[in-house]
Structures are given as C-alpha cells and as structure tokens.
Nanobody, 126 residues
Framework: VQLQASGGGLVQAGGSLRLSCVQSGRTFSQYAMAWFRQAPGKEREFVAA????????IYADFVKGRFTISRDNAKNTVYLQMNSLKPEDTAVYYC????????????????????WGRGTLVTVSS
C-alpha cells in the first residue's frame, strides 16, 4: 500500500486548503484513514480520522469546526478540507491507513496505523 499526499502550500491566516491523499491498490474501501501533522520541533499529532465506509469521523479538538475529513472510495482518495487556517496549523501533514475488519473503527494514535504517506507541507502566514 502506498499513500501519496498533496495539496499543501502557503496560505494566509484565515484562508483554506484542501489536502488529498491517494492510495494505491484496489482495496481502499477496506482501510480506515486519518490525517496527522507534525510541526517543527514537535511530536506528530492526530488531526482527523474517517471510517472505512466514511460514515464515522473524529477530530482533534483544535480543528473541530474548521477541518473536514472525507473520502471517495471510487477514487481511492481521502481529503482534508481546512478552513479558517491559523499560523499554528503550520506543519507537515501526513495521511495514514490501516486495514480494518470492523467498519466503524476509528483510531486516533499513530501506532494504530500501518501505512503512511510522505507528507505535504502546509504553511500559514500571519
């Protein structure tokens, strides 16, 4: 399984970006997906996760109401729509995947995911 994230860039505070992560293979619908981020000098932290069919989502408190995770199983793609961006959102954003049996599985810790993309840099200027 390979994950390729894209969509990062430089944006002013208050702006928006949409990240995408494409998974190789034909079993994307069997994977729960998530986004994590890592700012310089900080540990990687959970941002959002979505269940296999996409019916369940969970967010870190600091992005609730601003970010939305979604997926398109026909396109093997998970998205992270980021609105009202703040300078503290500056980080490298990583997508992650784990194959799950229970369709409603949501995991918020990095150790719960088996596959990781290389990350895409988001920089928010003040």
């Amino acid at each position: 399984v390979q994950l390729q994230a894209s969509g990062g860039g430089l944006v002013q505070a208050g702006g928006s970006l949409r990240l995408s992560c494409v998974q190789s293979g034909r079993t994307f619908s069997q994977y729960a997906m998530a986004w994590f981020r890592q700012a310089p000098g900080k540990e990687r932290e959970f941002v959002a996760a979505i269940s296999r069919p996409g019916g369940s989502t969970i967010y870190a408190d600091f992005v609730k109401g601003r970010f939305t995770i979604s997926r398109d199983n026909a396109k093997n793609t998970v998205y992270l729509q980021m609105n009202s961006l703040k300078p503290e959102d500056t980080a490298v954003y990583y997508c992650a995947a784990v194959r799950t049996i229970v369709t409603a599985t949501l995991r918020t810790v990095a150790s719960g995911y088996d596959y990781w993309g290389r990350g895409t840099l988001v920089t928010v200027s003040s």
